[in-house]
């Protein structure tokens, strides 16, 4: 299984981008679907999560109000809209999904962890500057 990122790019601050994660399958009805980054010389976060159960959201403080976490289930996609972009947005952005969430009812924040993520995208580069 996999998934490809794209959408990424250069763009000024206070600009938008959409980020897209095409997956070859959902080959399960319970998943969860994240958006993650690294910028360089820092550690990942936790940017963005979707649970399939019920679509509830996660978003990383900084971004809330910015970024809007959405699926299309018919044609497989999952996107990420930043808008007002900010240049500590500055980072490579991963797709990834948990193909087996925890079943015992726990808030999407606690499911949005990186290390129970097994299905990665190859990372966009997404540069916020004048």
């Known amino acids: 299984w996999q998934v490809v990122e794209s959408g990424g790019g250069l763009v000024q601050p206070g600009g938008s981008l959409r980020l897209s994660c095409a997956a070859s399958?959902?080959?399960?009805?319970?998943?969860?679907i994240g958006w993650f980054r690294q910028a360089p010389g820092k550690e990942r976060e936790e940017v963005s999560c979707?649970?399939?159960?019920?679509?509830?959201?996660y978003y990383l403080n900084s971004v809330k109000g910015r970024f809007t976490i959405s699926r299309d289930n018919a044609r497989k996609m999952t996107y990420l809209q930043m808008d007002n972009l900010k240049p500590e947005d500055t980072a490579v952005y991963y797709c990834a999904i948990d193909w087996t969430p925890s079943r015992d009812k726990k808030p999407i924040q606690d499911l949005c962890k990186g290390e129970f993520f097994d299905t990665w995208g190859q990372g966009t580069q997404v540069t916020v500057s004048e």
């Open positions: 399958e959902f080959y399960l009805d319970y998943y969860v």
């Open positions: 979707m649970h399939s159960r019920d679509t509830s959201t």
